[in-house]
């Protein structure tokens, strides 16, 4: 079982940047698929951003690209979500997820392990 640990969340100005990291702690494997998602006020969690523990490509939601970028440091079992240009509608709890199979990682449905979520606001 892999215990997930997020940092970094806070408050900042549109076009500001903050940078999130996740702490992996347990069972972790190679095969991890590693994320975000986010949480907007009222609205579903939704996939932010994933990457993999062994090949480490980089997926992001479409809307996000550009803006956001997903990077990992496997010696010390940490993914890092960099988040510039950041706008209002940003605001969210951002969850860090995990699953043991890295093709899962997009499914929601198929998340095993998250993280307790750290707040982000981005004010006007």
């Known amino acids: 079982q892999v215990q997930l640990e997020e940092s970094g969340g806070g408050m900042v100005q549109a076009g500001g940047s903050l940078r999130l990291s996740c702490a992996a702690s347990?069972?972790?494997?190679?095969?991890?698929?590693m994320g975000w998602y986010r949480e907007l006020p009222g609205k579903e969690r939704e996939f932010v951003a994933a990457?993999?523990?062994?090949?480490?490509?980089?997926y992001y939601a479409d809307s996000l690209k550009g803006r956001f970028t997903i990077s990992k440091d496997n010696a010390k079992n940490t993914v890092y979500l960099q988040m510039s240009s950041l706008k209002p509608e940003d605001t969210a709890v951002y969850y860090c997820?995990?699953?043991?199979?890295?093709?899962?990682?997009?499914?929601?449905?198929?998340?095993?392990?998250w993280g307790q979520g750290t707040q982000v606001t981005v004010s006007s």
């Open positions: 990457t993999t523990w062994r090949g480490g490509q980089a």
């Open positions: 997820a995990a699953v043991p199979t890295a093709i899962a990682i997009m499914d929601i449905t198929r998340i095993t392990a």
């Open positions: 347990g069972h972790t494997v190679t095969s991890y698929g």
